[in-house]
């Protein structure tokens, strides 16, 4: 059985240990304000790593679609200065992987469509998987409704604004569907030609116990990462 299709019957999730956050080094002083070093629930900045050396100044999305293992289109985003940033709450694994991004002048408009565009085709992508694959096995379709949040669809993308920013996801409300990520956001900085985009990562060794604690401390993170932007100058 393929991978990705066995965890709809079993959660496939990889446990990674956080760092130690006694040498954190500091962000670019063009990222300067982006990366929080700490959140009011606990959650902590454990690590953050340049981004490579010598790295062309983008990075590739692929746009895939379910009858073709090759990607449907592809374009470029545009990078200036990047960082990855992993945060963990105590005593559990990581729980976000972070990259924090500035375009290239002039490109942030077009880097934030692209970015919009990609996550909404792929959320739309991965809900029909789930549906086509539990439609003619009800089983799994009964195994997937005991962990799933209540009222909610299987993957659902979503766009808003927080405090003047604006933010789009794609959630998945259960656990074990398609990989490992529960939530993928992208949080847009226009005053500083900033894309946060943030994988919100399902665990055993976790602060969560349930799906809806789960999107409890999605919405925190959302929350908490725009008001530790705004506060620090990286807002408007």
């Not at 959140?39 to 902590?44: A, D, E, I, T």
């Not at 694994?93 to 970015?115: C, H, P």
Request: proline share 5%; with cysteine.
């Amino acid at each position: 059985m393929n991978k990705t299709i066995a965890c709809l019957l079993a959660a496939c999730v990889v446990q990674a240990a956080p760092a130690s956050a006694a040498d954190l080094l500091a962000p670019p002083a063009a990222l300067a304000g982006l990366v929080p070093d700490a959140f009011p629930n606990g959650l902590k900045l454990v690590e953050l790593r340049p981004r490579c050396d010598g790295c062309a100044p983008w990075r590739v999305i692929d746009f895939h679609a379910n009858d073709s293992a090759d990607p449907v289109r592809r374009e470029r985003v545009s990078v200036h200065e990047g960082v990855t940033a992993m945060y963990a709450f105590p005593g559990t694994a990581y729980f976000a992987n972070v990259k924090v991004e500035q375009s290239i002048l002039g490109r942030y408009e077009q880097d934030k469509a692209i970015v919009t565009e990609a996550l909404a085709h792929e959320c739309a992508r991965m809900q029909a998987r789930v549906l086509d694959y539990t439609a003619s096995r009800p089983e799994v379709r009964d195994k997937i409704e005991r962990v799933r949040a209540k009222g909610r669809d299987y993957i659902e993308f979503e766009q808003g604004t927080y405090e003047g920013i604006a933010y789009a996801s794609c959630t998945h409300n259960a656990f074990g569907l398609l990989n490992t990520t529960l939530s993928q956001l992208q949080i847009f900085v226009p005053a500083r030609d900033a894309i946060i985009t943030a994988y919100l990562l399902e665990q055993k060794q976790s602060k969560y116990r349930s799906i809806d604690e789960f999107l409890q401390l999605r919405r925190a993170f959302i929350e908490g990462y725009i008001d530790a932007v705004s506060k620090r100058g990286g807002g408007g």
